[in-house]
């Protein structure tokens, strides 16, 4: 069988064994000291529920990473894994500790959820200076590394709206246990063969009972509702502004404020009301719910149980009817939209005869 490799795993009694693994194994030679020996077990020990049995998991080849995690395929219990290995800096105490709280805080939030567009959670390993997370593997990578290889507004927009309805049904779920997420963009949203969206990183989340200080985290600022660029109190709706540029992506395939530095991406949008523009071509119904979703007061933008039923009636009208929004290209008709959008939510077959 081509590009298949065995490679070693050393196990707790020292011995060594072989299996089988898909793909090149590879490591970071800049993490080998976490490793006991070239794809062997993370060193761990702990009796919580989630802790992994590290004689069980096989760390194959690396395929993301960032500052202080890098993230690997491997097999845990014969299944197709993906392992977060996140690293504290030795030579900062303080920044070792968030990381260290953030490591917590994910696994406590992961390891009770169970739903379709959130990510499942295996298990984890809890050892410094090394923490890691295992969790089902995404053969599809991001949202945001597909969107990038699509040419220009060229996404369909039957599929538009299943990525879209997706990732809301899964914040709807999260919002419903009284967690925000506070960093949803496309990078965090990873894609199976059935192009199924699954809400991913948890680092920053917190249940909406416990996100006190809005102060001492930081998200991407392209993709941060203004309050949260302002360090003001923040609830929920700080989501719905990050999926409305989600969106935004989605119907563009671009980078929302591409021409800017983060910087001046965050200034814009907390001092100027800067949004990044729609296509002309984007039909008046979208228009009016991404506007809605990204507006200044999060007071005005709708709950995640409002924008499902929403997508989901304007998904099935669009099976039904292919040129179902034809009739709403143009910004004239956003007025009438206001009006017909509560009825949408609650008779969706009646939305195209009442507009």
Same mark, same amino acid.
């Given at each position: 069988?081509?590009?298949?490799?065995?490679?070693?795993?050393?196990?707790?009694?020292?011995?060594?064994?072989?299996?089988?693994?898909?793909?090149?194994?590879?490591?970071?030679?800049?993490?080998?000291?976490?490793?006991?020996?070239?794809?062997?077990?993370? %060193?761990?020990?702990?009796?919580?529920?989630?802790?992994?049995?590290?004689?069980?998991?096989?760390?194959?080849? *690396?395929?993301?990473?960032?500052?202080?995690?890098?993230?690997?395929?491997?097999?845990?219990?014969?299944?197709?894994?993906?392992?977060?290995?996140?690293?504290?800096?030795?030579?900062?105490?303080?920044?070792?500790?968030?990381?260290? %709280?953030?490591?917590?805080?994910?696994?406590?939030?992961?390891?009770?959820?169970?739903?379709?567009?959130?990510?499942?959670?295996?298990? !984890?390993?809890?050892?410094?200076?090394?923490?890691?997370?295992?969790?089902?593997?995404?053969?599809?990578?991001?949202?945001?590394?597909?969107?990038?290889?699509?040419?220009?507004?060229?996404?369909?927009?039957?599929?538009?709206?299943?990525?879209?309805?997706?990732? !809301?049904?899964?914040?709807?779920?999260?919002?419903?246990?009284?967690?925000?997420?506070?960093?949803?963009?496309?990078?965090?949203?990873?894609?199976?063969?059935?192009?199924?969206?699954?809400? !991913?990183?948890?680092?920053?989340?917190?249940?909406?009972?416990?996100?006190?200080?809005? *102060?001492?985290?930081?998200?991407?600022?392209?993709?941060?509702?203004?309050?949260?660029?302002?360090? *003001?109190?923040?609830?929920? %709706?700080?989501?719905?502004?990050?999926?409305?540029?989600?969106?935004?992506?989605?119907?563009?395939?671009?980078?929302?404020?591409?021409?800017?530095?983060?910087?001046?991406?965050?200034?814009?949008?907390?001092?100027?009301?800067?949004?990044?523009?729609?296509?002309?071509?984007?039909?008046?119904?979208?228009?009016?719910?991404?506007?809605?979703?990204?507006?200044?007061?999060?007071?005005?933008?709708?709950?995640?149980?409002?924008?499902?039923?929403?997508?989901?009636?304007?998904?099935?009208?669009?099976?039904?009817?292919?040129?179902?929004?034809?009739?709403?290209?143009?910004?004239?008709?956003?007025?009438?939209?206001?009006?017909?959008?509560?009825?949408?939510?609650?008779?969706?077959?009646?939305? %195209? *005869?009442?507009?």
């Amino acid at each position: 069988m081509k590009n298949f490799q065995f490679f070693k795993q050393v196990s707790s009694n020292g011995r060594s064994r072989r299996r089988l693994f898909l793909g090149e194994y590879k490591r970071a030679v800049s993490w080998s000291k976490y490793l006991v020996s070239p794809g062997a077990e993370i %060193k761990c020990d702990g009796e919580e529920e989630w802790s992994a049995d590290m004689s069980e998991l096989f760390i194959g080849n *690396k395929f993301a990473s960032g500052r202080y995690s890098r993230i690997y395929r491997g097999v845990y219990k014969q299944r197709d894994v993906a392992i977060k290995v996140v690293s504290q800096p030795e030579e900062d105490e303080d920044l070792a500790a968030v990381l260290e %709280k953030q490591f917590t805080s994910e696994v406590a939030l992961l390891f009770g959820l169970d739903h379709p567009n959130i990510i499942t959670f295996v298990a !984890a390993c809890k050892k410094p200076s090394v923490f890691c997370i295992i969790m089902e593997y995404m053969s599809g990578g991001s949202l945001k590394k597909y969107l990038h290889q699509q040419e220009p507004y060229s996404v369909p927009l039957n599929l538009v709206l299943k990525l879209a309805l997706d990732i !809301a049904r899964g914040m709807q779920y999260l919002h419903s246990r009284g967690i925000l997420h506070r960093d949803l963009k496309s990078e965090n949203l990873l894609l199976g063969e059935d192009m199924c969206v699954k809400v !991913a990183d948890f680092g920053i989340s917190c249940l909406e009972t416990q996100c006190n200080n809005p *102060k001492g985290f930081t998200s991407t600022y392209r993709w941060m509702a203004p309050e949260m660029i302002k360090e *003001k109190h923040h609830t929920k %709706k700080v989501d719905v502004y990050s999926f409305a540029i989600v969106f935004w992506e989605l119907l563009t395939s671009l980078t929302p404020f591409e021409d800017m530095t983060p910087e001046q991406a965050a200034f814009a949008v907390s001092h100027k009301n800067a949004r990044p523009p729609l296509p002309p071509e984007c039909p008046g119904a979208l228009w009016h719910l991404i506007t809605r979703c990204w507006s200044r007061n999060p007071n005005k933008r709708p709950h995640f149980i409002e924008i499902v039923s929403i997508l989901k009636g304007y998904s099935e009208s669009l099976n039904l009817d292919p040129d179902f929004f034809r009739s709403f290209r143009s910004s004239s008709h956003r007025t009438i939209l206001h009006h017909c959008l509560p009825k949408c939510i609650s008779e969706p077959w009646s939305f %195209k *005869k009442t507009c």
